[in-house]
């Protein structure tokens, strides 16, 4: 990566390194971790635009946190789960057409705004206010939305003891608190995205029969982000007393594969080796990076890319696995 440097008065090569930043919003101080970068000549710090754009959503997202206010991404995902758009959605909450759109922008809304938002996670939160307010919906938009919050409720009352469930409650029954390991509502989506992956690769079998999403942030099973959603951005908590033998030698083995190589990374990092596989990247299509996609990935797409995988990187073991990853 190029940019002018002052110092040198011409385009030098840079580096970005992290550095701890303070910062202030609304008498609010704190700390978060941002990318500077450095002229690679003189050591002296440059301007990027695209950078400084990039910090300053971490600085948001990180104000946001901690005054308790809803983030960017969570509208998004807000907008993408009820398959609604931004309009309609302000309609619904007898706000002004353009409020979705200055929040997504990044504008920070009012705690009061910010929590009624907050509450739309629960289907159920949504149902009141869609029977609150559904005449301010065209009658063929109201039966979309009743019909994608009904499905959604059901998918909400999941069995405890249903597949996908159970894989669920395998990671997080091996949360190593006193390692302070985090997992996270995203981070399990990814766990239990590549332990099916591994499993049909390895094995040609599943786990469950529920089907990935092709969702903004990475493959997404809708009843299971339902079922830990209250969690947020935070770990879940360590599931206690779970009883591994519930699955057979075969679904143990990769299971212990996946914590091995996988669970060591953060959400975002998952996030970002899904999407940089072709499962997930072929069930997008043509959608844009940010545009609601609720678009099944094929277990045959992901048997066949991570079978691809193992062959040519000749994956047997959970070091084969762990190394595998390391190398991308």
């Given at each position: 990566?190029?940019?002018?440097?002052?110092?040198?008065?011409?385009?030098?090569?840079?580096?970005?390194?992290?550095?701890?930043?303070?910062?202030?919003?609304?008498?609010?101080?704190?700390?978060?971790?941002a990318k500077?970068?450095?002229?690679?000549?003189?050591?002296?710090e440059?301007?990027?635009?695209?950078?400084?754009?990039?910090?300053?959503?971490?600085?948001?997202?990180?104000?946001?946190?901690?005054?308790?206010?809803?983030?960017?991404a969570?509208?998004?995902?807000?907008?993408e789960?009820?398959?609604?758009?931004?309009?309609?959605?302000?309609?619904?909450?007898?706000?002004?057409?353009?409020?979705?759109?200055?929040?997504?922008?990044g504008?920070?809304?009012?705690?009061?705004?910010?929590?009624?938002?907050?509450?739309l996670?629960?289907?159920?939160?949504?149902?009141?206010?869609?029977?609150?307010?559904?005449?301010?919906?065209?009658?063929?938009?109201?039966?979309k939305?009743?019909?994608?919050?009904?499905?959604?409720?059901?998918d909400?009352?999941?069995v405890?003891?249903?597949?996908?469930?159970?894989?669920?409650?395998?990671?997080?029954?091996?949360?190593?608190?006193?390692?302070?390991?985090?997992i996270?509502?995203?981070?399990?989506q990814?766990i239990?995205?590549?332990?099916?992956?591994?499993?049909?690769?390895?094995?040609?079998?599943?786990?469950?029969?529920?089907d990935?999403?092709?969702?903004?942030?990475?493959?997404?099973?809708?009843?299971?982000y339902?079922?830990?959603k209250?969690?947020?951005?935070?770990?879940?908590?360590k599931?206690?007393?779970?009883?591994?033998?519930?699955?057979?030698?075969?679904?143990?083995?990769?299971?212990?594969?996946?914590?091995?190589?996988?669970?060591?990374y953060?959400?975002?990092?998952?996030?970002?080796?899904?999407h940089?596989?072709n499962?997930?990247?072929?069930a997008?299509?043509?959608?844009?990076?940010d545009e609601?996609?609720?678009?099944?990935?094929?277990k045959?797409?992901?048997?066949?890319?991570?079978?691809?995988v193992?062959d040519?990187?000749?994956?047997?073991?959970?070091?084969?696995?762990?190394?595998?990853?390391?190398?991308?």
């Amino acid at each position: 990566m190029k940019t002018y440097c002052p110092e040198c008065d011409t385009d030098r090569e840079v580096e970005l390194l992290e550095r701890e930043v303070e910062s202030t919003i609304d008498n609010l101080t704190f700390k978060y971790l941002a990318k500077i970068p450095y002229c690679k000549s003189c050591g002296n710090e440059v301007y990027i635009a695209e950078i400084s754009d990039q910090n300053l959503k971490l600085a948001n997202d990180q104000y946001r946190e901690l005054a308790g206010l809803i983030k960017v991404a969570e509208i998004e995902e807000l907008l993408e789960t009820y398959e609604i758009g931004k309009k309609p959605l302000a309609f619904l909450l007898g706000w002004g057409e353009a409020t979705i759109i200055r929040y997504l922008d990044g504008f920070t809304p009012r705690k009061i705004y910010s929590d009624q938002l907050k509450e739309l996670k629960d289907p159920n939160k949504m149902l009141e206010l869609f029977e609150r307010n559904k005449s301010s919906l065209s009658e063929v938009a109201q039966r979309k939305l009743f019909n994608r919050i009904s499905q959604l409720i059901d998918d909400f009352r999941e069995v405890e003891d249903h597949g996908v469930v159970r894989v669920a409650k395998y990671f997080l029954s091996k949360i190593d608190t006193e390692a302070e390991e985090v997992i996270t509502p995203l981070k399990l989506q990814k766990i239990i995205y590549y332990a099916q992956a591994w499993l049909l690769a390895l094995k040609d079998r599943t786990f469950f029969q529920e089907d990935f999403q092709a969702w903004v942030h990475g493959p997404v099973i809708p009843n299971l982000y339902y079922q830990y959603k209250k969690h947020g951005y935070s770990s879940i908590p360590k599931v206690e007393n779970f009883d591994d033998n519930i699955f057979d030698e075969d679904q143990l083995d990769v299971l212990e594969m996946v914590k091995f190589a996988y669970v060591r990374y953060d959400a975002k990092y998952l996030e970002e080796l899904t999407h940089r596989e072709n499962p997930w990247r072929e069930a997008r299509g043509e959608c844009k990076a940010d545009e609601i996609c609720n678009r099944i990935i094929k277990k045959e797409s992901i048997k066949s890319y991570f079978r691809e995988v193992k062959d040519s990187f000749n994956i047997q073991s959970k070091y084969d696995l762990k190394n595998y990853i390391a190398s991308l």
